[in-house]
């Protein structure tokens, strides 16, 4: 049974970023990048098209290297990379019809070992992981700006103490 999430554990707003562009956005990611360790969990929550795989691409190649070929995962459902100092699973939850499917996948691995993008991770129901960092992406007026809110507990707080002002 999971239990309930304390006080301290509750997601709060941490930051709120604007991007105008595709490479803002996966300028954002990158100094993301820089910040996540292995046993991260970062949830990727928005509308189709609202930049989510754009952005977890930006962040695999932040790991893996600007050239590094990064796939949707919607019909894989998960793309596992390696890197020298953890697997970084990035996943594409949107074909999911049943949170009894997600057993299937070997999350519980990647949130024990490694580091875990999930888009659609409103799909895991109540196995969505409290200690995540939760990203909500939303379209804005112009076809290429979009608005992100960095929301996640107070570990997650102090970790990003500072994140996105250039774009805030």
């Not at 990158?30 to 929550?45: H, K, P, Q, Y």
């Not at 754009?54 to 695999?60: D, E």
């Not at 993008?117 to 196995?127: A, H, Q, S, V, Y």
């Amino acid at each position: 049974m999971r239990r309930p999430a304390a006080a301290e554990d509750a997601l709060q707003e941490i930051v709120t970023v604007t991007t105008h562009s595709e490479a803002e956005t996966a300028a954002v990611a990158a100094s993301l990048a820089a910040c996540l360790n292995r046993g991260d969990i970062v949830a990727l929550e928005g509308g189709l098209g609202a930049g989510k795989t754009a952005f977890a691409r930006a962040v695999v190649r932040a790991f893996c290297g600007p050239k590094t070929v990064v796939p949707s995962p919607t019909f894989t459902l998960v793309q596992i990379y390696e890197t020298p100092n953890l697997s970084l699973w990035h996943c594409d939850l949107y074909r999911l019809t049943d949170v009894g499917e997600v057993a299937e996948l070997g999350l519980d691995e990647a949130f024990a070992e490694g580091l875990t993008l999930i888009e659609w991770p409103e799909r895991l129901g109540d196995g969505l992981p409290c200690r995540r960092l939760h990203i909500r992406f939303s379209s804005g007026a112009e076809d290429d700006t979009r608005t992100l809110v960095f929301c996640g507990d107070a570990r997650w707080r102090e970790r990003l103490s500072g994140f996105g002002g250039e774009y805030a």
